[in-house]
């Protein structure tokens, strides 16, 4: 949000100069202001403060007049129409924190509170909401300083379940807006009704039609699809919305009686065009019809005299300074009038009892901590703050009635207690009665199948006992009427087909080794969601999506009829080696495949449950079998057993796999038995046979899938580019392709025929077919339908296959239909040229015997690499840690924590880094730090020496540890700290070359103990006291110099032919007063050294970024 802040100074000018218009109650100079902001929606669409906003007024001139409390002080209010919308309620908070208020009350609206909840508690700001009721506000590790007077939507479950309850609703359907407020409702709803196995048959997000107006007329083809899954609808939304889903009800006649409507804190006044983002329709009357026989759960509104006189002065308020509205005669006052007032009254009480226990006005935490656990009478009646702020509401269960919502239910969350008035409600279409949440014959008429079986039942035994004389006639009669019954019943009652959503456990294998593409080929897209109960939205860019988990096929094709299709999916896949994947899971301890449909419903009529019949009762060892469907909306899903080695299409396209041409035979002979079996059965044909609808299992037999259900899988949204809609027909007849559309059109067994010639082709390439035309699959398809003379078809082979394979193959993709030749002849042909039966486990042996030398160079190579690896592993490794530790740790041995009586300890860092680091870059300075310390790392590589870290700016070295060498550790060391300071009169900062860099160093001497900390990240480190002193030298050390320490001292006096200087005596930590040295040069070292320089004028002391443990 942009925010001028010349606008903001003018605004919070003009409301300062209000602010000491209208709440100047005391003019004493003792007395002290505390100031609120008021946010509440007078425009937009929910006008609440319209019928409300006077109860600021109300509550600030109580609380002014009460003697008990905010005594001293005088309460003023400055207030703002935050019209519900995010941008304006954010603009208006941060007027308010200009302005120097002590709290802000409000809003009513959730798209505000949440972000504005979150800028309050970074200003430590208390922030007490009158109607916002997200459940994410209760949250106080982000929202500190929030609180708020009426309940979030999770206290809202109960009453939910009481209503259904009563009315005997036990499925019911879930229309939500996009808008977070209401997403967050519905996630907390459906997680009561699953808990009380509520069956949630429709769920639809939609757009909110004044974000969307253009796309209104779809709430119509939500509701079309709504009314054939449930009868009772949640629809959660604001007014706007519910009105346009009403008044499509009424023009789809769904306010017959059939349906009942259930929403929350629904105004009146929705019911009017001009109060909603919808205008002046000219359908108020309509909107007003529909509106009848709405349920509403609204907060509880008081009965009490007292709530009479409240409301009353509410109206003559609203009448006055600043607000000056005239409410009709039959406008009511919202409740939410009260939940104003004592949002303001809770603030005055929790801030008096701060002020009282000498807190502070401006701390918001405290305040609002007092709030926690609070209870008072209120305007709204008995005020009950729990411990996450929020109040503990009662709600009423309202209907709409003659222009306005009438009370006919009460429930106390406190108790749970729901209690219905004695009122007559009158539903939708003018009955009296509730409406079932069902049809009287069930959803898929399986209640009116049931009780037609007893009545042609008790026909049959009418018709027996009747005539004795027919008793062979009847009892063929009998017989036949039962098996149809048997039939019908089996039809209507078994069930084993159907599977549930939440039994389906997906598999996440993104990554695995072995790669599989069952059943369909398709692309990898976006993650589609995936939720106990699943919402259907109203847009989705998902196109060809099996589910979330996918599995990557082991080699892509590399022929360009697919480059456009690999190019689109590898923008969405990360891999360029991906290519073709299949969903996998698990159901009842079985690994299955899974076959996503894009269609959002599926309407279960009786040609589709004879087709679920069909194909669960077929099987042959050459089809895949059938474990079920899944028809929870959106989940449309079908499920087949999984075959390990994937598709015909992973194999052919995996290289390490050497196939042979018996080898090819033997799949081409399993493929023509499966085909041959299921022409024979009621299923009849396949339709859409590809060499990725036939795997493989682990025995190596080849069998077909995803054949059968064509009524179920019609039906589905086209979302396919349009090359990809010409790429699936590469397999199809041509007397099946639809040119214009682009689509298949009807099957055939001689169809699948065809199919089976492309695929015998595939095999015979190993390739895509048509790969070696090198055209687009456009061009392709428009040349097959063609019927050129001779046709247009893939390459034969010439060398690789034999004649007769060659020629079946030509004989199966024959222009003429009649001409191609039957399975049963197929399997024949093939079984003659293969000289044996068509088993593949003997061809599987002679073929791993033909390439058991393949395998072992494969093994030798897979060695090899690994071992390469392995040492790039371990030559990294000895980079982090030292050469000693890493031995240890690859014998798999504890390393041990280590003692060194001496070693020398080397400290650096640069004087004046934070404000070189201030003038830079943070890319700058990270190419800085890496041409130093790469120079760095070159120097101390002359030397016996460690490096041991290096953090920020500073350089720790040690010598004489992990690796021993006697008394030389001193001298490696000082010997490598003159050439580091030498190296200063030539390094040049990049980005600043006239910048010489001023390095400071402390060297001490002395024992200490190494180690290796940690598991995940292991670092070597030591400690000891003589770490601390040489840190403490190096922060004491003048720019320019090497300070050594005098163990260090004697350690070189002893070693000899280094030049020292005595420096004096320094303070240093738990030693007082010692005597240390400059480190000034040694003999034959000719290099030049910088000169220190005279001036120094930096602090001596600089606060390191790690600190060492003694």
Same mark, same amino acid.
């Given at each position: 949000?942009?925010?001028?802040?010349?606008?903001?100074?003018?605004?919070?000018?003009?409301?300062?100069?209000?602010?000491?218009?209208?709440?100047?109650?005391?003019?004493?100079?003792?007395?002290?202001?505390?100031?609120?902001?008021?946010?509440?929606?007078?425009?937009?669409?929910?006008?609440?403060?319209?019928?409300?906003?006077?109860?600021?007024?109300?509550?600030?001139?109580?609380?002014?007049?009460?003697?008990?409390?905010?005594?001293?002080?005088?309460?003023?209010?400055?207030?703002?129409?935050?019209?519900?919308?995010?941008?304006?309620?954010?603009?208006?908070?941060?007027?308010?924190?200009?302005?120097?208020?002590?709290?802000?009350?409000?809003?009513?609206?959730?798209?505000?509170?949440?972000?504005?909840?979150?800028?309050?508690?970074?200003?430590?700001?208390?922030?007490?909401?009158?109607?916002?009721?997200?459940?994410?506000?209760?949250?106080?590790?982000?929202?500190?300083?929030?609180?708020?007077?009426?309940?979030?939507?999770?206290?809202?479950?109960?009453?939910?379940?009481?209503?259904?309850?009563?009315?005997?609703?036990?499925?019911?359907?879930?229309?939500?807006?996009?808008?977070?407020?209401?997403?967050?409702?519905?996630?907390?709803?459906?997680?009561?009704?699953?808990?009380?196995?509520?069956?949630?048959?429709?769920?639809?997000?939609?757009?909110?039609?004044?974000?969307?107006?253009?796309?209104?007329?779809?709430?119509?083809?939500?509701?079309?699809?709504?009314?054939?899954?449930?009868?009772?609808?949640?629809?959660?939304?604001?007014?706007?919305?519910?009105?346009?889903?009403?008044?499509?009800?009424?023009?789809?006649?769904?306010?017959?009686?059939?349906?009942?409507?259930?929403?929350?804190?629904?105004?009146?006044?929705? $019911?009017?065009? /001009?109060?909603?983002?919808? @205008?002046?329709?000219? #359908? +108020?009357?309509?909107?007003?019809? !529909?509106?009848?026989?709405?349920?509403?759960?609204?907060?509880?509104?008081?009965?009490?005299?007292?709530?009479?006189?409240?409301?009353?002065?509410?109206?003559?308020?609203?009448?006055?300074?600043?607000?000056?509205?005239?409410?009709?005669?039959?406008?009511?006052?919202?409740?939410?009038?009260?939940?104003?007032?004592?949002?303001?009254?809770?603030?005055?009480?929790?801030?008096?009892?701060?002020?009282?226990?000498?807190?502070?006005?401006?701390?918001?935490?405290?305040?609002?901590?007092?709030?926690?656990?609070?209870?008072?009478?209120?305007?709204?009646?008995?005020?009950?703050?729990?411990?996450?702020?929020?109040?503990?509401?009662?709600?009423?269960?309202?209907?709409?009635?003659?222009?306005?919502?009438?009370?006919? $239910?009460?429930? /106390?969350?406190?108790?749970? @207690?729901?209690?219905? #008035? +004695?009122?007559?409600?009158?539903? !939708?279409?003018?009955?009296?009665?509730?409406?079932?949440?069902?049809?009287?014959?069930?959803?898929?008429?399986?209640?009116?199948?049931?009780?037609?079986?007893?009545?042609?039942?008790?026909?049959?035994?009418?018709?027996?006992?009747?005539?004795?004389?027919?008793?062979?006639?009847?009892?063929?009669?009998?017989?036949?009427?039962?098996?149809?019954?048997?039939?019908?019943?089996?039809?209507?009652?078994?069930?084993?087909?159907?599977?549930?959503?939440?039994?389906?456990?997906?598999?996440?294998?993104?990554?695995?080794?072995?790669?599989?593409?069952?059943?369909?080929?398709?692309?990898?897209?976006?993650?589609?969601?995936?939720?106990?109960?699943?919402?259907?939205?109203?847009?989705?860019?998902?196109?060809?999506?099996?589910?979330?988990?996918?599995?990557?096929?082991?080699?892509?094709?590399?022929?360009?009829?697919?480059?456009?299709?690999?190019?689109?999916?590898?923008?969405?896949?990360?891999?360029?080696?991906?290519?073709?994947?299949?969903?996998?899971?698990?159901?009842?301890?079985?690994?299955?495949?899974?076959?996503?449909?894009?269609?959002?419903?599926?309407?279960?009529?009786?040609?589709?449950?004879?087709?679920?019949?069909?194909?669960?009762?077929?099987?042959?060892?050459?089809?895949?079998?059938?474990?079920?469907?899944?028809?929870?909306?959106?989940?449309?899903?079908?499920?087949?057993?999984?075959?390990?080695?994937?598709?015909?299409?992973?194999?052919?396209?995996?290289?390490?796999?050497?196939?042979?041409?018996?080898?090819?035979?033997?799949?081409?002979?399993?493929?023509?038995?499966?085909?041959?079996?299921?022409?024979?059965?009621?299923?009849?044909?396949?339709?859409?046979?590809?060499?990725?609808?036939?795997?493989?299992?682990?025995?190596?037999?080849?069998?077909?899938?995803?054949?059968?259900?064509?009524?179920?899988?019609?039906?589905?949204?086209?979302?396919?580019?349009?090359?990809?809609?010409?790429?699936?027909?590469?397999?199809?007849?041509?007397?099946?392709?639809?040119?214009?559309?682009?689509?298949?059109?009807?099957?055939?067994?001689?169809?699948?025929?065809?199919?089976?010639?492309?695929?015998?082709?595939?095999?015979?390439?190993?390739?895509?077919?048509?790969?070696?035309?090198?055209?687009?699959?456009?061009?392709?398809?428009?040349?097959?339908?063609?019927?050129?003379?001779?046709?247009?078809?893939?390459?034969?082979?010439?060398?690789?296959?034999?004649?007769?394979?060659?020629?079946?193959?030509?004989?199966?993709?024959?222009?003429?239909?009649?001409?191609?030749?039957?399975?049963?002849?197929?399997?024949?042909?093939?079984?003659?040229?293969?000289?044996?039966?068509?088993?593949?486990?003997?061809?599987?042996?002679?073929?791993?015997?033909?390439?058991?030398?393949?395998?072992?160079?494969?093994?030798?190579?897979?060695?090899?690499?690994?071992?390469?690896?392995?040492?790039?592993?371990?030559?990294?490794?000895?980079?982090?840690?030292?050469?000693?530790?890493?031995?240890?740790?690859?014998?798999?041995?504890?390393?041990?924590?280590?003692?060194?009586?001496?070693?020398?300890?080397?400290?650096?860092?640069?004087?004046?880094?934070?404000?070189?680091?201030?003038?830079?870059?943070?890319?700058?300075?990270?190419?800085?730090?890496?041409?130093?310390?790469?120079?760095?790392?070159?120097?101390?590589?002359?030397?016996?020496?460690?490096?041991?870290?290096?953090?920020?700016?500073?350089?720790?070295?040690?010598?004489?540890?992990?690796?021993?060498?006697?008394?030389?550790?001193?001298?490696?060391?000082?010997?490598?700290?003159?050439?580091?300071?030498?190296?200063?009169?030539?390094?040049?900062?990049?980005?600043?070359?006239?910048?010489?860099?001023?390095?400071?160093?402390?060297?001490?001497?002395?024992?200490?103990?190494?180690?290796?900390?940690?598991?995940?990240?292991?670092?070597?480190?030591?400690?000891?006291?003589?770490?601390?002193?040489?840190?403490?030298?190096?922060?004491?050390?003048?720019?320019?110099?090497?300070?050594?320490?005098?163990?260090?001292?004697?350690?070189?006096?002893?070693?000899?032919?280094?030049?020292?200087?005595?420096?004096?005596?320094?303070?240093?930590?738990?030693?007082?007063?010692?005597?240390?040295?400059?480190?000034?040069?040694?003999?034959?070292?000719?290099?030049?050294?910088?000169?220190?320089?005279?001036?120094?004028?930096?602090?001596?002391?600089?606060?390191?970024?790690?600190?060492?443990?003694?």
């Amino acid at each position: 949000m942009r925010i001028y802040l010349s606008e903001v100074f003018a605004a919070g000018l003009f409301w300062l100069f209000l602010s000491s218009a209208i709440g100047e109650y005391n003019t004493d100079e003792n007395v002290k202001e505390v100031k609120i902001g008021v946010l509440v929606p007078m425009t937009g669409y929910w006008p609440i403060g319209k019928t409300s906003a006077s109860a600021i007024t109300i509550a600030v001139d109580k609380i002014n007049r009460d003697p008990t409390l905010l005594l001293g002080y005088n309460m003023t209010f400055l207030w703002n129409d935050s019209m519900c919308l995010a941008a304006e309620g954010l603009n208006q908070a941060v007027e308010f924190r200009i302005s120097g208020v002590d709290a802000i009350i409000g809003d009513g609206c959730d798209i505000i509170c949440e972000p504005a909840a979150i800028l309050a508690a970074s200003w430590n700001l208390p922030m007490i909401s009158w109607g916002c009721e997200s459940s994410k506000l209760s949250e106080k590790s982000i929202y500190s300083t929030f609180a708020r007077t009426v309940g979030s939507f999770s206290k809202m479950g109960g009453l939910f379940m009481s209503v259904l309850g009563y009315f005997k609703w036990k499925s019911i359907g879930i229309i939500a807006s996009t808008e977070s407020i209401w997403q967050l409702a519905m996630t907390g709803l459906m997680k009561v009704f699953l808990q009380h196995d509520i069956d949630i048959r429709y769920i639809h997000t939609l757009n909110p039609g004044h974000v969307l107006v253009t796309e209104r007329e779809e709430y119509k083809s939500v509701l079309m699809l709504a009314k054939e899954t449930a009868r009772i609808f949640i629809m959660l939304c604001y007014g706007g919305d519910i009105r346009a889903l009403m008044l499509f009800a009424h023009d789809l006649d769904m306010l017959n009686g059939d349906y009942a409507f259930l929403t929350v804190n629904l105004l009146p006044s929705a $019911a009017i065009g /001009n109060n909603t983002f919808m @205008g002046n329709d000219g #359908r +108020d009357a309509e909107a007003a019809l !529909a509106f009848r026989g709405i349920l509403s759960i609204h907060v509880r509104e008081p009965t009490t005299e007292l709530w009479q006189q409240f409301t009353k002065e509410v109206k003559e308020k609203l009448e006055d300074y600043p607000f000056e509205i005239q409410l009709d005669h039959s406008e009511k006052v919202e409740v939410y009038a009260g939940a104003i007032y004592d949002a303001i009254y809770l603030y005055a009480i929790a801030l008096n009892e701060t002020l009282a226990a000498g807190g502070d006005k401006k701390d918001g935490q405290a305040i609002v901590h007092r709030m926690l656990n609070m209870e008072f009478e209120g305007a709204s009646g008995t005020v009950r703050i729990d411990e996450s702020g929020d109040r503990d509401p009662d709600y009423s269960l309202k209907y709409y009635v003659n222009g306005s919502f009438q009370n006919i $239910a009460d429930y /106390n969350h406190s108790t749970g @207690g729901f209690n219905l #008035r +004695d009122v007559r409600v009158i539903w !939708a279409g003018g009955r009296t009665n509730p409406p079932l949440d069902k049809p009287r014959c069930g959803w898929e008429k399986e209640l009116c199948l049931e009780q037609g079986r007893e009545a042609t039942q008790q026909l049959v035994n009418v018709v027996i006992g009747a005539s004795t004389a027919g008793v062979v006639v009847l009892a063929l009669m009998f017989f036949l009427i039962i098996r149809k019954l048997r039939y019908e019943t089996d039809l209507a009652q078994n069930k084993s087909w159907k599977l549930r959503y939440d039994d389906l456990h997906i598999q996440d294998h993104s990554g695995s080794g072995e790669a599989q593409s069952q059943g369909v080929t398709t692309f990898k897209r976006s993650p589609s969601t995936v939720r106990p109960l699943p919402v259907s939205f109203h847009k989705t860019e998902t196109k060809e999506e099996l589910n979330v988990n996918t599995i990557k096929a082991v080699k892509p094709f590399t022929s360009p009829l697919i480059q456009e299709e690999q190019t689109t999916a590898a923008s969405n896949a990360s891999a360029n080696t991906e290519q073709i994947f299949t969903t996998i899971g698990n159901y009842q301890g079985r690994t299955v495949a899974i076959k996503r449909l894009n269609k959002k419903t599926v309407h279960m009529t009786r040609e589709i449950l004879i087709q679920l019949k069909q194909v669960r009762d077929i099987s042959h060892e050459n089809l895949n079998p059938f474990i079920g469907a899944c028809i929870e909306s959106p989940n449309i899903m079908m499920v087949w057993s999984y075959c390990k080695k994937g598709s015909l299409k992973d194999v052919l396209a995996n290289d390490e796999y050497k196939i042979d041409y018996g080898f090819k035979l033997s799949m081409a002979i399993d493929i023509a038995a499966g085909m041959k079996y299921l022409h024979n059965t009621s299923v009849k044909f396949h339709g859409n046979l590809t060499s990725t609808r036939c795997v493989i299992d682990s025995h190596w037999v080849v069998k077909i899938t995803d054949w059968g259900l064509h009524e179920f899988k019609a039906g589905q949204e086209n979302t396919k580019s349009l090359h990809k809609m010409y790429y699936d027909l590469l397999w199809t007849a041509p007397e099946h392709i639809n040119i214009s559309k682009v689509e298949r059109e009807g099957f055939s067994q001689k169809g699948d025929v065809y199919s089976y010639g492309i695929l015998l082709q595939e095999m015979s390439f190993r390739s895509e077919p048509y790969s070696r035309k090198m055209l687009q699959p456009k061009v392709i398809i428009h040349r097959v339908v063609a019927h050129e003379d001779p046709p247009f078809r893939p390459d034969v082979p010439s060398m690789e296959m034999k004649p007769e394979y060659i020629e079946l193959m030509v004989d199966c993709w024959n222009d003429e239909p009649e001409e191609r030749p039957h399975f049963y002849r197929i399997v024949e042909r093939l079984k003659k040229e293969s000289g044996r039966g068509s088993n593949i486990i003997e061809n599987m042996v002679t073929m791993m015997e033909k390439h058991a030398n393949h395998l072992e160079q494969l093994v030798e190579e897979r060695t090899r690499q690994l071992n390469e690896e392995k040492e790039k592993t371990e030559k990294i490794l000895y980079r982090l840690l030292p050469p000693l530790v890493v031995d240890q740790l690859k014998s798999d041995n504890t390393v041990q924590a280590e003692g060194f009586e001496e070693v020398t300890i080397f400290f650096s860092d640069i004087v004046g880094f934070t404000k070189l680091a201030s003038m830079s870059t943070p890319l700058e300075i990270v190419g800085f730090l890496n041409d130093l310390y790469v120079s760095f790392d070159e120097i101390i590589s002359r030397f016996d020496v460690y490096k041991v870290e290096t953090v920020g700016d500073a350089y720790v070295v040690v010598s004489g540890c992990p690796k021993k060498n006697g008394i030389k550790h001193a001298s490696e060391i000082a010997s490598m700290a003159l050439e580091l300071l030498s190296h200063m009169t030539v390094f040049r900062v990049r980005h600043l070359p006239d910048h010489q860099l001023q390095l400071r160093i402390g060297i001490n001497t002395g024992p200490v103990v190494a180690a290796v900390v940690g598991v995940t990240m292991p670092r070597f480190c030591l400690y000891g006291h003589t770490v601390n002193i040489a840190s403490k030298l190096e922060s004491t050390c003048l720019p320019l110099r090497i300070h050594v320490s005098s163990e260090s001292h004697s350690r070189l006096v002893e070693v000899g032919g280094f030049y020292l200087e005595e420096r004096g005596q320094v303070q240093i930590k738990r030693q007082g007063l010692v005597t240390t040295y400059w480190l000034v040069g040694k003999e034959g070292f000719d290099k030049a050294l910088p000169d220190p320089p005279l001036d120094f004028s930096e602090p001596l002391f600089e606060t390191l970024d790690v600190y060492y443990a003694s």
